[in-house]
């Protein structure tokens, strides 16, 4: 039998992605040194240098996490995975799990906690607020058999953080469990795992740590480990326990579990070790500095912010569409003219916010003030009337007058 | 607070592995094509120019498992996300399993079931034999409530290949569904997904696709998917719900699931491309040429198979360790010494055998000459007596009488 009535029809070659500029929720651009190391010679994932350099990994991460966890690694799959890993070891059926949701990822959660056989508490507050501690609290007396709480600290559709800290502890007076989303947050806004008293912790790559997507670094306190290893009932899924991830991520063993994603590894590291160099206090007031030049840019153009200053995130900027704007033209314009992406709004806020990422790699100056040139031609060729020059100007203006420490 | 009493207290810097030649049970050496691949300027993963390329990742991978189905796609994850996937999706709680294990990974199929809720029947086999169509028959027999037939095409632990149209055939005749492991069958020696009538199928992107590890290709035929949609009780799992991944993978709509592995994924693109280039009737010819080489050297040194002719897969080569030979030390002076790695024996096949992958990039003229010089080289140096160079001269005359059609 031949295998051609299968072949694809198409001539199918190689493929070669635009030089993009990734503006959007996620990913960001990748830096290039990062790059540079996912194309080096692949390792055997039991080889001594590899398992070296994943000594290097965990302690890199827990630098990032802030914390002293010693299950501290990056899980092999994107940041779905991550969250799914919390909830599959930490939920059992039956258990109360307090969940938070202002946006899509805590309804994601939701899923979780009943695809786990959970019972989700659901503490609701609007899209583009943050968490309501207080409602957490109440939600906790009222239930005091409640397990676990979980959260999202940045709420990658809406641009939201959530006190974090405070949440932290309030779980712990009521004896709950803590699982934080930090997918957009880590390396982006302060992550302290530790001194909020974070029992469970997940990130992914693709954000403000500038590595492609793929990869999901996570955490887990003491008091999560001991739980799962006392579980009476096994935990549903094979790949995500972490009883059995413990042999290739602990620190004495190398069991054979799963074949690690080496080259997606190289590169995280490389991304870590560049956060490392810089230090995370620079990296936070980098995206900061950048966020508050690209406002004084927005703010020429009247483009108002969704999320209150005061819980807004840095590197992802949820703003208003000006009214009359067809926002997907805007969009599809910024792509094929500028080859330039920033992102839609999603859910409720479908076609009437853009989200604009500045995270990692892709939070730097040059995007800035690109960006703002960009939108004010694309506004200009849609008929809107804008002050030309007037946005890059004041993000420069800021710039100039907040030089980096 | 300072975020310096996390700092790694060792400095870390960029991580330079050292070139390998990766002849163990995979990953096998990256091609050069596909290392350049993934580092390629990251994109959206909801980008337009990304999408298109995602529908020609789909029409390779059903060239390469030889299939029509539409749900064909590469998973975010490494290969035991894969398996996962097949059990999670096709398995609900109290039904009956055929499992058929002869080596690791139909233990860990077992696993699988039991974590679903479902009842493994297991047929068992020898390590080493494949897998006995007629023990599957019988089984089925007794058993004809039992809804599924899983095997493994290629067992990676001992370099044995099942009958799997036989075995597809009678899973079919008892009104099963099938799921076939062709992690390491993949592109090495033929599958015909649907000439053999298989239902769910799972590989992996780091033995004969030449990728780093990181990527499951995975198909499922509509029997299953009309199955799935039909559950009443929902996917334990929420990252593997192939009713939520229908959304992002499906042909026409791209709702947003996860962030897919962009630069991985054009790693696995490149690597397929290179495949569809050489044809897939010259890659198994290819495996197979060099697997015979491999064999006429190792015989002159006296080394001999695990597997029987009959059932040897080409690019898995299970051999005995010589008797008196430390085989532990071998591998470390191949290592070390050669740069070269050489795969051990797992479970009751530990200390006793080697694995030789001769798998993807890593088949070729160049690798089986080098590792006999090496063989021998090492176990001169370890006092065996070894009648020099006949090893390699052996192979070169295999080449040399049977030249590439």
């Not at 501290?72 to 938070?100: A, H, L, R, W, Y």
């Not at 934080?180 to 997940?202: K, R």
């Not at 009883?243 to 997606?264: D, K, M, Q, V």
């Not at 853009?354 to 990692?360: D, E, F, N, P, S």
Request: with cysteine; proline share 6%; hydrophobic share 35%.
């Amino acid at each position: 039998m031949t295998t051609d009535s299968f072949r694809p029809k198409e001539k199918i070659s190689t493929f070669y992605p635009p030089q993009r500029t990734l503006l959007g929720p996620g990913p960001s651009d990748t830096h290039p040194r990062v790059l540079s190391a996912m194309a080096r010679p692949t390792l055997g994932h039991l080889d001594p240098v590899f398992t070296e350099m994943m000594e290097e990994l965990k302690s890199l991460l827990r630098y990032v996490f802030q914390t002293k966890n010693l299950l501290t690694f990056p899980v092999s799959g994107p940041g779905s995975i991550g969250m799914e890993m919390c909830f599959v070891n930490m939920v059992v059926p039956g258990d109360k799990v307090v969940v938070c949701r202002n946006g899509v990822f805590g309804g994601r959660m939701i899923e979780n906690v009943e695809r786990c056989g959970g019972i989700p508490l659901v503490v609701e507050d609007k899209w583009g607020d943050p968490v309501d501690p207080q409602k957490v609290e109440d939600i906790l007396k009222k239930n005091p058999d409640a397990k676990v709480v979980a959260f999202v600290h940045a709420e990658t559709s809406t641009g939201v953080q959530s006190d974090a800290k405070t949440i932290g502890q309030i779980a712990r007076k009521y004896n709950c469990l803590t699982i934080m989303d930090t997918v957009t947050s880590l390396g982006g806004t302060p992550v302290y795992m530790d001194e909020w008293d974070i029992d469970a912790i997940y990130s992914g790559s693709q954000k403000c740590l500038s590595c492609p997507p793929g990869l999901s670094p996570i955490s887990f306190s003491e008091r999560v480990v001991d739980m799962v290893k006392n579980r009476t009932e096994k935990v549903h899924s094979w790949f995500m326990d972490i009883n059995l991830l413990l042999g290739y991520w602990g620190s004495t063993t190398r069991t054979y579990h799963h074949t690690a994603p080496t080259n997606s590894l190289y590169g995280l590291h490389e991304s870590l070790v560049m956060i490392y160099e810089e230090g995370l206090e620079r990296s936070w007031a980098r995206h900061q500095r950048n966020h508050e030049a690209l406002k004084a840019g927005l703010e020429t153009l009247g483009i108002g912010y969704v999320v209150d200053a005061a819980y807004r995130l840095p590197q992802l900027n949820s703003v208003h569409v000006p009214a009359g704007v067809d926002e997907k033209e805007v969009r599809r314009k910024l792509l094929n003219d500028f080859s330039l992406e920033i992102g839609a709004g999603l859910g409720d806020f479908a076609g009437k916010i853009w989200r604009i990422g500045l995270m990692g790699n892709s939070s730097k100056l040059e995007n800035v003030i690109f960006f703002l040139e960009a939108l004010e031609h694309v506004l200009t060729d849609l008929g809107v009337q804008v002050n030309k020059g007037a946005a890059p100007s004041a993000a420069h203006q800021y710039y100039a007058n907040n030089p980096t420490a």
